[in-house]
């Protein structure tokens, strides 16, 4: 059954529920037959025992009984015979010759065929004996139960195969659905159901349809994700290019230049102590070269690249000893050294820009650091006890060239970075990446 076409098992189902019909039917017929038998067999006897009663009343021995009753012959649906006193038959009714030497199946008799006492009429010594005989009956019965089955069986063979025909011709919409699916399962995301004319069938090509749609939108934005990707990859690349240069020029020239200028400052400061007008400009000289010094060497450690998202715990743990009025927390739960390399430095990055401008704009004196997993990818949390919103005299929180390219390099990513306000004062930089996993070890 298994093995079968579902149209065939559902013809065989609905088959078998009209054959089970039929046998019902067929048990009921049998009853009806026993009970119509019964009836038949029993009322000829008795308008037989009453004519049999009329006409042996003037009779006074056994030959003349005989001789009243072989006349009769045959009594329908009976048996007639006449015995002695000693019990030996004087005489049988001759065999029915309706339908004669046929007889119907045992098992039909046992189902069906009524029990009767003989009716013994006495006679002197002799004894009239009338026996109900449905043997005529049954055999009725059987040719008519022959020819039932004979149509029950044809009108079985002709709904199995109408039925057959008629779930075939229903279900040849599914030839379509399965090539469809065929076709998707090879990556053809563009194949359509046509609307079927039959309600479910409608349902189950609108419901496909659907369910292509999604899928070509997931291949496009996942086509497009991965263009992103790489665009972003090589504009991190060139931006690390253009760091390194900018980083290499910026000591090149400008560190040069503002070292040498300090050094002449300091000269000038050794060699004038007698003079004021000139020693008090080449002190503020040598103050404002070494302020610019500090800004340079910061800038540079800023645009020179990390050998490795690893070397993260180092690069704070300069940041904290040159910035000791700032209470630097930091909560690491993710090896940093098994990020990809546009996630470890894109959070570098971030970082690198969060606490540069808590340190121009905050006045926070604590920070707190936070990079771990969260139940959509990778979460950095940057937090302060600063001025908070106010903290830009000019510039809304989180509109700052650096940050609005830090926030299109996450996106660029697939992640969202947040700037919100604290409850308790301060700023909540949050930045989430997903779909990041860690280097196996």
Known sequence: MRHLSLHTRIS???????????LVLAGMWLRSTETGIHEEVEAASRVSAQMLSLLIRDVGDSTALV???QPLG??????????????????HSPASTYKAGRQAPAWLAALIAPHFAPHVLPVGE????????????????WDELLLVAAWALALLVLLFFAARWAMAVALQPLDSVMAALEKTGRGRFDVRLPVF?????????????????????????????????ELAACIQSRLESERVEIARELHDELAQGVTAVRALAGAIVQRSSERPEIHAPAQGIVAVTGEMQDGVRNILQRLRPLADAASLPAWLATWAARHPEIVLEQRLTVDLGGLPATHGQTVLRLVQEGLTNV?????????????????????????????????GPGVPVGCGMGLAGMRDRIALLGGQLEIVEAETGGLILSACLPEFMERQT
């Open 67 to 69: 001789a009243a009753v």
């Open 74 to 91: 045959r009594i329908r649906s009976h048996e007639l015979w006449v015995s002695d006193g000693a019990g030996r038959v004087l005489y």
């Open 197 to 229: 004319a039959t309600p479910e069938l409608a349902r189950l090509s609108r419901a496909f349809n659907g369910m292509a749609d999604r899928l070509r939108a997931a291949v496009d934005d996942n086509v497009r994700l991965e263009t992103e990707q």
């Open 12 to 22: 065989v189902v609905l088959t078998a529920v009209v054959a089970s019909l039929l």
């Open 126 to 141: 002799a004894r009239l004996v009338l026996q109900p005989d449905p043997s005529r009956a049954l055999i009725d019965a």
């Open 359 to 391: 340190l121009r704009h905050a006045c926070a004196s604590r920070v707190c650091l936070h990079i771990g997993r969260s139940a959509d990818g990778l979460l950095v949390r940057l937090s302060d006890n600063g001025r908070g919103l106010s903290s």
